[in-house]
C-alpha cells in the first residue's frame, strides 16, 4: 500500500471506458496495453504523485494539476491535496480537449 490514497472520479472512470472501448474496437492487445499502463500510473500515484509535472493547460488553475503521460497518447490530469489523489480526467491527447474544464462537483 502506497503513501497515498488515489480517488478516481466517475468522469474519470468514463472516460477510461470510453477510451479503452475505442481501442478494442481497433486492436483488443492494443485496449490490454493502455489499462495495464494505466494501472501502473495509479500504483505510481499511491506512491508519489509528485514524481509527475505540473499541467500547464492554459484553460486549468496554474498548478492546481498534474498530469501523468502513458501509453502513447493518453494524459490523466490529477490533483494533490495533503495524502490523497484525485484523478478528474483521462484525457486522449489526439483529441482537441482545449475546451475540458475540471469536474467541480467531486
Known amino acids: 500500500m502506497g503513501k497515498y490514497t488515489v480517488v478516481v472520479s466517475r468522469r474519470a472512470?468514463?472516460?477510461?471506458?470510453?477510451?479503452a472501448r475505442f481501442l478494442a474496437q481497433v486492436r483488443v492487445s492494443a485496449a490490454r496495453r493502455m489499462t495495464s499502463e494505466f494501472a501502473n500510473v495509479l500504483d505510481e500515484l499511491?506512491?508519489?504523485?509528485?514524481?509527475?509535472p505540473v499541467?500547464?493547460?492554459?484553460?486549468?488553475?496554474?498548478?492546481?494539476?498534474?498530469?501523468?503521460?502513458f501509453s502513447k497518447?493518453?494524459?490523466?490530469i490529477f490533483s494533490v491535496a495533503e495524502?490523497?489523489?484525485?484523478?478528474?480526467?483521462?484525457?486522449?491527447?489526439?483529441?482537441?480537449?482545449?475546451?475540458?474544464?475540471?469536474d467541480k462537483s467531486n
Not at 55 to 69: F, H, I, S, V, W
Not at 83 to 102: E, F, I, K
Request: one cysteine or more.
Open 46 to 52: 499511491e506512491q508519489n504523485p509528485y514524481q509527475f
Open 83 to 102: 495524502n490523497t489523489v484525485y484523478l478528474d480526467a483521462v484525457l486522449d491527447c489526439r483529441q482537441d480537449n482545449t475546451n475540458y474544464q475540471p
Open 13 to 19: 472512470d468514463e472516460m477510461l471506458i470510453r477510451h
Open 73 to 76: 497518447w493518453y494524459k490523466a
Open 55 to 69: 499541467e500547464l493547460d492554459c484553460n486549468l488553475p496554474g498548478g492546481a494539476y498534474r498530469k501523468a503521460l
